[in-house]
Each structure stands twice: as C-alpha cells, then as structure tokens.
C-alpha cells in the first residue's frame, strides 16, 4: 500500500463511519413528523391509481395499454406540479418504449440522488400486483413529497420494459447514469407487494444485494436493515431479509450503486398471467406497504419541516473552536436541556473521552496523536450531532 492509497482509504473509513453513525442513530427512533404524513398519506387516492393501472390492460411493449399509462402517470405528476420530467427512449423488439424519471431538487445535497422506483409494464395480464402496486406507491410516495423540503433529490423513476428482461432499467443505467457519473445515495425499488387473498399477509420482504461485484454489498445490508425498521416503524408489518434478484435495482447494483427493495412475502401464484388482479390481492397489506414505504422514503430522502430556523438552530447548538485544534478544544452547547452526553471518538470509532454536559466545556487534545476526531454529542431523543475535529501541531 502506498501513501495516497492509505489516505484515500481513511478518508473512506471516514465516510463510512459518519455514515453509520447517522443511519444508526436516527433508524431506530420514530420521527413524530414523519407519522403525521404517514398518516395523512390518502390511501383512496392510493386505491384509484391502481385500478386506473389496471384498466389500462396488458402493458406489454408495442401495446396502446403501455403507452395510455405512461401517458397518464406522466400527467399524474405534472397535475401534482412537478416541472422536471424527463423521458428515457429506447426500443425493444422494434417498439418506442419510455422511461419516466421525474426530479425533485435537494435542499442540501442537490447533486446526491435517492432513486425511487418501480416499473409499470406488465406480462400477459393487467398486473394489479405486478407492478401496479410498485406503479401506484412511487405515484404516492412522489405526490406526498411534492411540497416537502428534502436534504437529497429524489428521482421517482417508472421504468418500462422490465418483464422482457429489465431493459429499461438497463437501458437507463446504461445510457444515461454511468456515461453522466449520477451520484446516487440509493436505490428504492418496489415491486409486486399485493400480498396473496386469503392469506395472512403480515410480513413485507426487504431485499439486499448479495451478488457480485460485493463492494457495494455491506452498505446494501446497513440500508436494508434500516428499511427493515423503518417498514416496522410506518406500517404495522413485520419484516424479513432476503436477496435482491430480477427486477429494476440489478443494472445498478451491477455497477456498484447502492440498492434495497421490497417484494411480498406470500407470492402471488397469478403473476404473469390474466388474473393478475385486484381481488387476488390484499388491499390492506398493500396500503401498509405504502405506509412504510412513505415513511422510509421520508427518511431516506432527508425529508424535513421547514420552518427556516431548524439549520441555524442546529448549526449553532454545538460549536467547537478552534478547528484545527492544538491544545484546548472548546465547546459551547447553547440548549443544553435535551443533550445527553458528549464523547470524542477516533477514527476507528473508539470512544476515548466522555464529558458531562456543560454550555462550556474545554477538551485537551495536546496528549492525543495528530488526526480526525469527531464530537458527538447525543440528545435524549436518540439524535446524534456531530463535528470532525481536525487534531495537529
Ligand atoms: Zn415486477
């Protein structure tokens, strides 16, 4: 290993670590914001969009029924206001089919992307399950988010195509994210999650990659496991883990991006064929799915209330100066009636100093080796605020 490898590479664990830090201090909690649009989500709406997928009939490609829903969920959206829609062509078997991404823009991560998406063709029937489920929650998920402000952009994306194959979503990967280097956090995929009539449908299935190549494996594992909570936390639904495989998030976890899903976990035996409708599914499970899938999405894209004041607020609860620091860290908490515990941790996430809370405390950092540090300091709601600390001299 040479020098710039080994910087290269504590940056990294940097990343990482910070990270981790963030996913696990605030997946395990529930956010009283969050609940409120979860439950404010209207789930007739959620119900009419999918018999409206369903009438359209037989989305294969080449079919009028194809191009009527694109045609209507693009609508959808510029109905609900949205201006950046964008449409990804390309041809199979000599038909025009389209890929609909609309944008939403960040507020502090502009160029960072959270993928939501699920396809809207269907196979040899209307596919109620496969995938106007998928189809009507991103439809769901994107008209809820409309006028909430998000840290990251979010791209809702309907891909076609995908029943012959995931050629649109390769289509899409291939053509437009790698030649344009998209900076995607994640992917969100959803598809077939009707649940099966007749059964006790309780359990939503969170899917992580684990095909090559792996590098990408160990952060699809952290963000399925904070979907998993999430699912549990939004909905009344128990979770389990399983594996990613054939559907829209493949082309992507193919060249390394980061990706989860979710999948029923009793299978419909009507996939794929003209029965593929709606009283074969369990209307209940599925408004459940959407609830969870509202909540994650929430969380995932960074979703905030804006009431102007909260950046401020936060940036000035905990100040650290000087920065870098030689001798005398100090730091100043301007509230501190919610504020738990302050720790100094190292690069490789060893806790090495405990304070009290105090509106003024002075670290000493002249002992400790020269390097990044980070300040934590944790509220009593499980919040994690933190500063790097650059250590020299
Ligand atoms: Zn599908």
């Known amino acids: 290993m040479n020098i710039s490898n080994c910087i290269n590479k504590s940056i990294f664990s940097l990343g990482l670590f910070s990270l981790l830090l963030i996913f696990q201090s605030k997946a395990q909690e529930s956010n009283s914001y969050y609940e ?116 990251y952009s979010v791209r809702f994306i309907h891909f076609s195509a995908e029943e012959v194959g995931l050629v649109g979503s390769n ?76 559907t829209d998030y493949v082309p992507f976890m193919e060249e390394g991006y980061v990706i989860t899903g979710l999948y029923e976990y009793n299978e419909t035996p009507y996939a794929h064929t003209p029965n593929d409708n709606i009283e074969h599914m369990d209307m209940e499970y599925f408004k459940e799915v959407a609830k969870g899938s509202l909540g994650a999405s929430l969380y995932f894209t960074g979703a905030y209330e804006s009431t ?30 919610h504020a738990q515990q302050l720790k100094i941790i190292n690069q490789q996430g060893q806790t090495i100093m405990i304070e009290e809370i105090k509106m003024n405390t002075k670290i000493d950092f002249s002992q400790l080796p020269n390097g990044l540090y980070f300040l934590v300091m944790e509220t009593e709601n499980g919040e994690k605020l933190v500063r790097k600390i650059n250590k020299i001299g």
């Open 308 to 337: 102007g004041v909260e950046d401020i607020e936060e940036k000035e609860l905990l100040s650290i100066y000087p920065n870098p620091v030689t001798h005398v860290l100090n730091v100043k908490i301007t509230n501190t009636d």
């Open 171 to 246: 289509h899409y990967v291939n053509h437009v994210v790698v030649p344009e280097s998209h900076n995607i956090k994640l992917v969100f995929n959803i598809d077939a999650v009707g649940g099966v009539n007749g059964m006790t449908n309780d359990i939503i299935v969170c899917e992580r990659d684990e095909s090559a190549p792996n590098s990408n494996n160990a952060a699809s594992a952290a963000i399925t496991d904070t979907l998993s909570n999430l699912m549990e936390l939004y909905s009344s639904l128990n979770t389990e883990i399983s594996y990613a495989y054939a």
């Open 36 to 151: 409120t649009i979860v439950e404010t989500m209207d789930l007739d709406i959620l119900e009419v969009n999918l018999q409206q997928h369903v009438d359209f009939g037989s989305k294969e490609p080449g079919t009028e029924a194809l191009v009527n829903s694109f045609n209507w969920i693009k609508s959808s959206y510029e109905e609900w206001g949205y201006e950046d829609i964008s449409i990804d062509t390309f041809s199979y078997s000599g038909n025009e089919c389209y890929n609909l991404i609309i944008t939403k823009t960040g507020t502090h991560y502009p160029n960072k992307y959270v993928i939501i998406d699920g396809h809207y063709d269907t196979r040899n029937g209307p596919g109620a399950n496969d995938n106007g489920t998928g189809t009507a929650i991103v439809m769901e998920i994107a008209r809820m988010l409309k006028d909430i402000d998000t840290q």
